[in-house]
């Protein structure tokens, strides 16, 4: 791996002022989208595609192509050497070697870009990774709000739908926070927001949630529990209380997304009635001057007599991700400069020292590629000791932390659990991992000639 490498993992990999520059650069490219070909002459980008796709691949081809490099695609890489038994990182590690200048990855395990970013000799694009995030597609609908409603901070965005496994809410939701719009959440009953992204919504961006009156939004409101999420922070209410919502009176954009049944377990049930935006509900003062977005590809969200009303800006939408991905491969190809900062991303990932993979998730790539992945985390809080899965983000749901060097364990809750140095941290589900491990609760006495470790000098 080489460290000087750009990649775009996570929609956090890109500054706010690097995201509203590349908008200029789209723009440009949008005027004529032939006059470019240029840029990326004697450059080839490899769609490694483990999922299905039809506008996320397309467009990047087409930008590629029409930046004048060339494409070798993996449209479907159950006719690769993956049917064999190759991992992904194996693959990366190939197509990098000599094959391709730049990657765009699709895979249904989530962490698996970042995995890739580990293997790869050159820049990896995030084109969806299981539920996780999908940063393109949030550069295209923030693009979209851009060109429609000149701005994004102060818009009222509304995300309907199933906001659960949808990926690209997530990147979504994280932006907007960033860039200061507010957001109602729609949610299909039981396809709420994930706990570990409303956690975030609520520790990294200062946004509140709170219970949201949608009684001006009609039928789609009726049947779920809303959500507002406002990033000013003026509310001290916490998530549901008994307290009145705040009313929803005006909505610039409403974010359609289809049920993501593909990742369903036998624990998820859709309700007989699914969601839909129809004329009539399209018809309320609230969503008189709402933009309808989607990503594509739709079920029965939208009905179809919607398609023609120029609020519906969906098919807009899929086109304006060939000029947005135009700017993304420049950039990352080292094809275009920008001015703007880059973002500060914190990308202090430590393993985990010992035992199990901690990770809850059955599908985040640490579980599902472990040949090739070392549980890594990310420090959250310190009081409570609190990490989150370097892969999928995903809290690891330890109650129990030992130190790798003392082999004691403590309630991560605990003062001493916070003396802990990260890159000793070992998480216990329960005490009897800690126990099958060698973990005690007292210290051993320390030989006399022996540097005590930190944790133990402070006290632990
Ligand atoms: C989305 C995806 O793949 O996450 N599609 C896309 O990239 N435009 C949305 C979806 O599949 O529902």
């Not at 909505?251 to 997304?257: H, K, R």
């Not at 809750?413 to 998480?427: G, Y």
Request: hydrophobic share 40%; charged share 25%; aromatic share 6%.
């Amino acid at each position: 791996m080489n460290a000087g490498i750009r990649h775009l993992v996570s929609i956090d990999d890109l500054s706010l002022p690097e995201i509203l520059e590349l908008f200029q650069h789209a723009k440009d490219y949008a005027q004529d989208l032939r006059a470019h070909s240029h840029v990326a002459r004697g450059l080839i980008s490899a769609s490694l595609f483990y999922e299905a796709s039809t506008r996320t691949r397309l467009s990047f081809e087409s930008s590629m192509l029409r930046l004048g490099g060339g494409v070798l695609t993996a449209a479907d890489m159950r006719l690769s050497s993956a049917s064999k038994g190759e991992s992904l990182a194996d693959t990366v590690r190939v197509v990098s070697g000599s094959y391709a200048d730049i990657i765009v990855l699709r895979h249904a395990s989530e962490g698996a870009a970042q995995l890739a970013t580990e293997y790869s000799n050159v820049p990896v694009i995030n084109a969806g990774d299981g539920s996780h995030e999908h940063p393109t597609q949030t550069l295209c609908d923030l693009y979209n709000l851009w060109i429609e409603r000149g701005r994004i901070e102060g818009l009222h965005v509304m995300l309907a739908g199933d906001l659960r496994y949808s990926r690209t809410i997530h990147s979504f939701v994280y932006a907007l926070a960033r860039f200061g719009a507010n957001i109602v959440c729609l949610p299909t009953p039981g396809f709420e927001l994930p706990p570990y992204v409303v956690q975030r919504l609520r520790e990294e961006f200062g946004v509140e949630p709170v219970r949201a009156d949608g009684e001006k939004l009609g039928e789609l409101a009726r049947s779920c529990d809303a959500m507002y999420l406002t990033p000013q922070k003026p509310h001290q209410l916490s998530l549901f209380t008994d307290a009145k919502g705040i009313s929803v009176e005006h909505v610039d954009a409403v974010y359609m997304t289809r049920p993501q049944t593909e990742r369903y377990t036998s624990a998820d049930t859709l309700p007989p009635r699914p969601m839909s935006l129809s004329k009539q509900t399209l018809s309320r003062e609230s969503l008189r001057d709402a933009v309808v977005m989607h990503p594509l590809p739709r079920r029965d969200e939208i009905s179809s007599d919607l398609d023609e009303d120029p609020r519906s800006i969906y098919f807009k939408q899929a086109a304006r991700g060939v000029p947005i991905r135009m700017a993304i491969l420049a950039l990352l190809l080292g094809r275009l400069e920008l001015s703007a900062p880059r973002a500060e991303v914190d990308v202090r990932y430590h393993p985990v020292a010992l035992g199990e993979n901690p990770c809850p998730n059955p599908t985040c790539i640490s579980r599902t590629e472990n040949r090739h992945v070392t549980a890594r985390y990310k420090l959250a809080s310190r009081f409570p000791v609190r990490g989150f899965c370097a892969y999928c983000s995903q809290e690891l749901p330890a109650r129990w932390v030992g130190c790798s060097t003392t082999g004691v364990y403590h309630e991560r809750e605990s003062a001493a659990a916070r003396q802990i140095r990260p890159d000793h941290l070992v998480f216990f589900r329960d005490e009897a991992q800690a126990h099958a491990l060698g973990f005690t609760t007292v210290a051993k006495p320390v030989p006399p000639g022996v540097e005590p470790e930190p944790a133990r000098a402070a006290g632990v």
